[in-house]
């Protein structure tokens, strides 16, 4: 699909009880534009009820990784996180919800957060998403935004703490809830296609 972004690829990660739709809605818009995106599901955290053995990775309203109604190959892929190959990834993207509580506690991906910064490589999250930010290390002296329940954690590593719908400080993008992805996404979009 041609578009703005053609021939870039952003990487979503999530552990189980993601926010569905900060999954679903920058997979959209993002692929909309031409982005090839990858869904990367991190076997962490609880799992919504019913907790079954084997049970894919599950947003908090039900969706799960791979997505039934959305099937792979038009719109995104699926990949393990030891299957991703930093260089040719452009943007890593972590969803809220209760996922960033587990992923923050997994190592594989606080070292692909550093490895991206290092390198310079966009880095977005979202709602609970910055958290992963603060436990990689990497928030020290970022202007950042992020659901009110997690600004004291940002402000704690180090961040400047701000109230806006979506915040751009250098190669790291992030946004407050829901309701602002549409910025959010704008504030991705904007900096992959630069």
Known sequence: MAGRLSGKRVAIVVANEFEDIELLYPLLRLSE????????PVKRGLHPRPALEDKPVTGRFGHTVPIPVMPQGERYIVQEMDELDANGIDCILFPGGYSPDALRLHEPTLELVRDFHRRGKLIAAICHG?????SAGIARGKR???FAAVRDDLIHAGAEWVDAPAVRDGN???????NDLPEFCQEIIRALAE
Do not use: K
């Open 33 to 40: 534009e031409g982005a090839e995106v990858i869904v990367v």
């Open 130 to 134: 910055p958290w992963i930010l603060a």
């Open 144 to 146: 950042v935004t992020g």
């Open 172 to 178: 790291i993008i992030t946004g407050r809830v829901p």
